[in-house]
C-alpha cells in the first residue's frame, strides 16, 4: 500500500503524531514487508529512540542539548515514524534513521486537513489532496535533511534491497526530486549530541499528547486486537448492524481494511463518562443532551477546519449542555492514559510547553520534530483541585462540627422560594371572577369571554381573587427510600438504605429557613481537606428559623411509615401557613389530606417529573463543611 515507489524504494508519507497514518503505516508494513525500513529520525538519536520504541506503550522523553536550551522529542504510539520502528522490530526487520541531526531548527505550524478524512477518503486521496496544495519546507536546512535523507536511500537501495521510507509528507517532493541524481552525504555535527531518555510524567503525559490520551490508548489496544474485532462500530439497536457495514464499505472503497476510527472513539468516550457521571451523581445525560452536545462540539470543530471535535470541543459542549461535574468526568476519562511505568527504571521528565523539568533542573526545549497543530488544549472552566491526598483527607474527616457551604444555601433558598411561587399559583389557579367591564378592567380583559358575548357589544374583564392563604413549608423528595415492607409499593423499596444521614439544621440568620433532610452520609465521599459531597433523599424547609427541633427523634411523628413522611408531618406541624407544598415522586397517602384538614393546613401537591431536571440535579448535590473554617478555601475544591 506505498503511496509512491522509484524502483525499490517504497515511499510513506505522514502527517507526524496522527493515528490515521500510524494506522496506514503499519498495515502498509504488515500487508507487505520490506527487507529494511527507513524512517525520517537522526541517526545520531538512533540509541535513545529504539530504546524508548522497547518502551512503548509506556511514553517516553528524550532530551538532547543544543545550545543553551535542549531539544526533545516525545515518543507516543499514535506517530507514524515511531510505529514504523515499532512494527520493524516485530517484524525482525533491520531499520535505518535517515534524517541530518541540525541545529536551531525552527519551529513552525504546518496547516493541515483533518486526519479523521483518511478514513473516509482513503491513504492515497489524502495524501494527494494535500500535496497538490502543500508549500514545499522552507529554509537551507530542510534542503540539507533532503538531501541526508536520498543519500541514505540511494545507499540503502543500491544493491537492489527493497526499502520502505516513512517521511513527513512536506519532504516527499523534495526527497523525489533529489533521488533523480546521486546526492552526496551532508555535513553532520562535529561532536556528538548528549542524549538523555526520560520516563513521561503522567502528570505532564496527560496534558501534552499530541492526540488525546484517550485516542492513544483506544489506537493502541486496536494495534494489537484482533482484525475480526475491529469491524463493530460503537453502536446498539437496529442501526448498529447498518453503521457496521456502511463503515466497511466505505473503508473497502478506499483500498483500507475497517480499523479503528477517531469518531466512533468519540462517542464512545461521550457514552462511558454519561455512564460515569450517572453512576456518580445518579442523573442520567437525557437522550436529547447528548443529541445536542453531539451537534454543539460537531459545529465547533467545524469552525476551527476539523471533521470530528477534539477533547477541547466535547468538555466545552459537555459543561454548556450537561453541567461542570459532567464534563470533568469525560475529561477525566479522556485524558487518561492506562500505561504508566512506575518500576523508577528510568527518571521521569515533567514537561510543558517551554520547559521540562528533569531531575531537578529545568530545561528549556525545543521540539525535534514538527506537529502540525497546537496540543490537547486547556479549557476554561475552575477545575477542582485532584484528589492526591484523597485518602487522608477521608481519614482526617471527623464530622465533629458540620456547617453548610453559603452559596448552596442561597441556591437552595432561592429555590424554595420559586416552589412557594409555583404552588401559591396553583392554589390561586380557578379563582377568577369574570364580569362585564363597568368602572376598572381589574386584572385584564377576558379576551375569551368577550369573544363569546360579541353580539352583546360588551367587554369583560376578569379578577384573580386572592388564595385562600400563603403557602409556608416545602418538602421536596427526590428518593423515597423506602425500608422493606413500607409504603404502599413493595417493589419500590430497598433492602439497604442508601440515604441513611439523618439531621436537622436550624437556619443562621432570619433569611435562612430551618432544614431537616436525609442524605447520603457526610464522610463518605470527601473532595477536600474537611469538606464531603453529600446527595439528598429529600429535605423540608420551613420558615422562620430557629423553631425545629429534632423531627427524627420526636415521638409526634411516630405514626410516619417513612422518613418522606416523617418530612411532611414536619411541614404540616412547623407551618405557619395553610398552604404545604409537597414535591416528591408520588402524591401522599390520603391519611395526609385527613390529618392536614385537621390541623387546618392544605397539602400541594406538584409531582416531581413537572419540575427541570437540570435544576433538580443542581439543588440535590451539597457539600458539608467540618467547621466555619473551611469556608475560607472551600470554594477552591467544589465546582
Avoid at 529494511?36 to 512503548?56: C, D, K, S, Y
Avoid at 435544576?615 to 448535590?621: D, G, H, I, S
Amino acid at each position: 500500500m506505498a503511496y509512491r515507489r522509484i524502483d525499490s524504494i517504497a515511499f510513506l508519507p505522514i502527517v507526524h503524531y496522527r493515528l490515521e497514518f500510524a494506522q496506514a503505516v503499519r498495515r502498509a508494513l504488515l500487508d507487505d514487508p520490506p527487507e529494511v525500513v527507513a524512517v525520517e529520525f537522526p541517526g545520531t538519536w538512533r540509541e535513545p529512540i529504539l530504546q524508548a520504541v522497547n518502551r512503548l506503550p509506556f511514553l517516553s522523553l528524550i532530551l538532547g542539548e543544543s545550545g543553551a536550551g535542549h531539544l526533545y522529542l516525545p515518543v507516543e504510539p499514535t506517530d507514524g515514524g515511531i510505529e514504523a520502528l515499532r512494527t520493524a522490530r516485530e517484524l525482525g526487520l533491520p531499520v535505518e534513521l535517515i534524517d541530518l541531526d541540525v541545529e536551531q531548527y525552527p519551529l513552525h505550524r504546518e496547516p493541515v486537513p483533518d486526519s479523521h478524512a483518511v478514513t473516509r477518503l482513503g491513504y492515497a486521496r489524502y495524501l494527494d489532496e494535500l500535496l497538490a496544495r502543500a508549500a514545499p519546507p522552507p529554509g537551507p536546512q530542510d534542503a540539507q535533511r533532503e538531501t541526508m535523507m536520498a543519500h541514505a536511500l540511494q545507499r540503502l537501495a543500491g544493491d537492489g534491497r527493497r526499502v520502505t521510507c516513512v517521511l513527513g509528507a512536506a519532504h516527499l517532493p523534495g526527497v523525489l526530486d533529489r533521488l533523480r541524481a546521486p546526492q552526496p552525504r551532508p555535513m553532520a555535527r562535529s561532536k556528538p549530541r548528549t542524549l538523555r531518555l526520560y520516563n513521561w510524567a503522567s502528570d505532564s503525559a496527560r496534558e501534552y499528547q499530541a492526540e488525546a490520551p484517550f485516542l492513544a490508548a483506544a489506537y493502541e489496544r486496536a494495534r494489537t486486537r484482533p482484525q475480526s474485532a475491529r469491524t463493530t462500530p460503537f453502536a446498539v439497536g437496529p442501526l448498529a448492524d447498518i453503521r457496521a457495514q456502511v463503515a466497511a464499505e466505505d473503508a473497502t472503497a478506499a483500498g483500507q481494511q475497517p480499523d479503528m476510527d477517531r469518531e466512533r472513539e468519540t462517542e464512545l468516550l461521550l457514552h462511558q463518562a454519561a455512564g460515569a457521571y450517572a453512576e456518580r451523581f445518579q442523573f442520567q445525560v437525557s437522550p436529547q443532551q447528548m443529541r445536542t452536545l453531539a451537534r454543539f462540539a460537531k459545529k465547533y470543530a467545524l469552525v476551527e477546519r476539523l471533521l470530528v471535535p477534539d477533547l477541547f470541543h466535547l468538555v466545552t459542549a459537555a459543561r454548556g449542555v450537561v453541567d461542570d461535574d459532567f464534563a470533568y468526568e469525560l475529561w477525566e476519562l479522556g485524558i487518561h492514559y492506562p500505561w504508566q511505568d512506575g518500576s523508577g527504571l528510568l527518571p521521569s521528565a515533567d514537561l510543558d510547553e517551554t520547559f521540562a523539568f528533569a531531575e531537578g533542573r529545568r530545561l528549556t526545549l525545543r521540539r525535534k520534530l514538527r506537529r502540525h497543530r497546537p496540543e490537547l488544549r486547556h479549557f476554561s472552566q475552575r477545575k477542582r483541585l485532584r484528589e492526591k491526598h484523597g485518602e487522608q483527607w477521608r481519614a482526617d474527616w471527623s464530622g465533629a462540627t458540620i456547617c453548610s457551604h453559603p452559596p448552596e444555601d442561597l441556591v437552595i433558598e432561592d429555590y424554595g422560594r420559586f416552589l412557594k411561587q409555583r404552588a401559591q399559583s396553583m392554589v390561586s389557579a380557578g379563582r377568577t371572577r369574570v364580569e362585564p367591564f363597568s368602572a376598572s378592567i381589574k386584572d385584564g380583559v377576558d379576551v375569551r369571554e368577550t369573544i363569546r358575548n360579541w353580539s352583546e357589544r360588551t367587554l369583560y374583564v376578569r379578577e384573580e381573587l386572592p388564595a385562600a392563604g400563603e403557602v409556608g413549608s416545602v418538602v421536596v423528595i427526590f428518593d423515597e427510600d423506602l425500608p422493606p415492607g413500607a409504603g404502599d409499593n413493595p417493589f419500590a423499596a430497598r433492602a439497604v438504605e442508601r440515604y441513611p444521614w439523618q439531621v436537622t439544621w436550624l437556619g443562621e440568620h432570619n433569611q435562612e429557613s430551618d432544614m431537616a433532610f436525609y442524605a447520603t452520609p457526610a464522610g463518605e465521599q470527601v473532595v477536600g481537606p474537611g469538606i464531603s459531597r453529600c446527595e439528598y433523599g429529600g429535605f423540608v424547609m420551613s420558615t422562620p428559623p430557629r423553631r425545629m427541633a429534632d423531627v427524627w427523634n420526636d415521638p409526634y411523628f411516630l405514626p410516619a411509615r417513612s422518613k418522606p413522611e416523617v418530612l411532611l408531618l414536619a411541614a404540616l406541624d412547623y407551618s405557619v401557613e395553610r398552604n404545604v407544598v409537597y414535591v416528591a415522586p408520588h402524591p401522599p397517602r390520603a391519611w395526609f389530606k385527613s390529618i392536614a384538614g385537621r390541623m387546618g393546613r392544605r397539602l400541594v401537591y406538584l409531582p416531581l417529573s413537572a419540575l427541570a431536571p437540570d435544576t433538580l440535579r443542581k439543588v440535590r448535590t451539597f457539600h458539608v463543611l467540618e467547621g466555619h473554617a473551611v469556608r475560607d478555601y472551600a470554594r477552591e475544591y467544589i465546582d
